[in-house]
Nanobody
Framework: QVQLVESGGGLVQAGGSLRLSCAAS????????MGWFRQAPGKERDFVAA???????VYADSVKGRFTISRDNAKNTVNLQMNSLKPEDTAVYYC??????????????????WGQGTQVTVSS
């Protein structure tokens, strides 16, 4: 059974930092992309960042320059370092994984495994 377990969410003031981690079990994703999405109340789940097995990264424009995605293939984990946080970053953050290297990084339908989500709240 595949499981993705996120950790590291919490409450932080604007301008602060948080680091999210996602540990995968039940399947090795070292050869496939992994990513992070977020969902604010009443909104759709939006792409944040993704990383290929090679380390190639893509980011949403709204987080570019502030967030950094990384992975440890040996540990089957993916991380999201979030700096210069803004109130508009407040959302539930979801780790995502897939077993297909084709298709877009940006849309939820291309990922077939999801974590349970971790809340990030940024106060102004």
């Amino acid at each position: 059974q595949v499981q993705l377990v996120e950790s590291g969410g919490g409450l932080v003031q604007a301008g602060g930092s948080l680091r999210l981690s996602c540990a995968a079990s039940g399947h090795t994703f070292s050869n496939y992309p992994m990513g992070w999405f977020r969902q604010a109340p009443g909104k759709e789940r939006d792409f944040v960042a993704a990383i290929r097995w090679s380390g190639y990264t893509v980011y949403a424009d709204s987080v570019k320059g502030r967030f950094t995605i990384s992975r440890d293939n040996a540990k089957n984990t993916v991380n999201l370092q979030m700096n210069s946080l803004k109130p508009e970053d407040t959302a539930v953050y979801y780790c995502a994984a897939r077993t297909d290297n084709s298709g877009s990084y940006y849309y939820t339908q291309y990922y077939n495994y999801w974590g349970q989500g971790t809340q990030v709240t940024v106060s102004s």
